[in-house]
């Protein structure tokens, strides 16, 4: 039968709701009945994981308080899948090591960078990143929708925000608080209506308190305007840019390799210039559909420019 420690581990996991931990620990119990001859016990232990995972996700149910402002999504996507410079996929892969051996950091006192501001213009990553993280560590990615906690509930914003950080004790997930200026904006600024303060002033001190097992992830397009009290609340600030010209290269290859002709790329790198990681996916998909509907099988440079330069008339 399973060991004190393990039963002892196992509560602590369900409790928790530390899915992934609860199934290594069960995994090791049926590993020790087998060695110990108990065929017949560990295959029913293992039968019974593989059940639970084959069910799918379980549903999660929001408070009803909450429930207008907090998506719930499941990702599958992974890191390998963006494109981003080494120091930030460094940065991103210590985020999830350090969660992943949580336990092993917090024996000597210390804790896992969970508390993380992403910055940077809009389609450069910042969603696409608290996705991947959630994919990474199989869990769920709330967003929080502050246009909406900032307009639909204005004068009780503070105590939402209340609701959403004690959600984060019982829901273990991937937070992404997304157009986060909504409420980080500077409190010394003079048209900063006492409402917006009182909710900053919440938000430092949710954050600051907060001990739960999740990760908080902060969006902002501007993080000059943000309040410089936010900036010591967060383990690591991830700046985002947009993508020099060997990301451009890597990121059409990835969207487009089996499309592509045996033409070099340079001329549609230089095109693709100063635009952002979403505005040249957008642009490859444009191209992929023409090529789907005039019923080719290869993209040319030609339409593959030409896609760019109709991006690029967004902004003219």
Not at 135 to 147: A, R
Not at 161 to 166: A, H, I, K, P, T
Request: net charge positive; aromatic share 6%.
């Amino acid at each position: 039968m399973a060991t004190a420690d393990q039963i002892k581990s196992l509560l602590q996991s369900h409790y928790k709701n530390d899915d992934e931990r609860f199934t290594s620990i069960a995994l090791q119990v049926a590993a020790h009945e087998a060695r110990k001859g108990n065929m017949v016990i560990a295959k029913e232990i293992k039968s019974l994981i593989d059940k639970s995972k084959s069910g799918g996700f379980k549903i999660i149910k929001l408070s009803r308080d909450i429930s207008d402002l907090v998506l719930v999504f499941h990702p599958e996507n992974r890191l390998s899948e963006l494109i981003l410079s080494d120091e930030i996929r460094n940065k991103l892969l210590r985020i999830i090591t350090e969660y992943k051996q949580r336990d092993k950091i917090q024996k000597f006192g210390l804790h896992n960078r969970r508390k993380v501001l992403l910055s940077g213009i809009p389609g450069t990553g910042k969603t696409i990143t608290a996705s991947a993280i959630a994919g990474e560590l199989k869990l769920p990615l709330y967003v929080i929708m502050m246009d909406k906690l900032m307009t639909k509930y204005m004068g009780e914003t503070a105590a939402k925000l209340r609701d959403v950080f004690n959600m984060m004790q019982s829901n273990r997930g991937v937070y992404l608080f997304d157009e986060f200026d909504a409420i980080g904006a500077e409190r010394a600024r003079d048209n900063e209506v006492g409402e917006m303060r009182r909710v900053l002033n919440a938000f430092l001190q949710f954050i600051e308190q907060d001990t739960s097992d999740s990760i908080i992830l902060g969006a902002t397009n501007n993080i000059k305007i943000l309040d410089s009290a936010l900036f010591r609340r967060f383990d690591d600030i991830i700046t985002y840019t947009i993508p020099n010209s060997q990301e451009i290269e890597a990121l059409i290859v990835l969207k487009l390799s089996n499309f592509l002709g045996s033409y070099k790329l340079d001329d549609v790198i230089k095109e693709a210039e100063g635009l952002s990681h979403a505005e040249i996916t957008n642009a490859c998909n444009d191209a992929l559909k023409e090529i789907i509907l005039t019923d080719k099988k290869t993209i040319i440079k030609s339409l593959l420019i030409q896609m760019i330069r109709d991006r690029k008339m967004n902004y003219l």
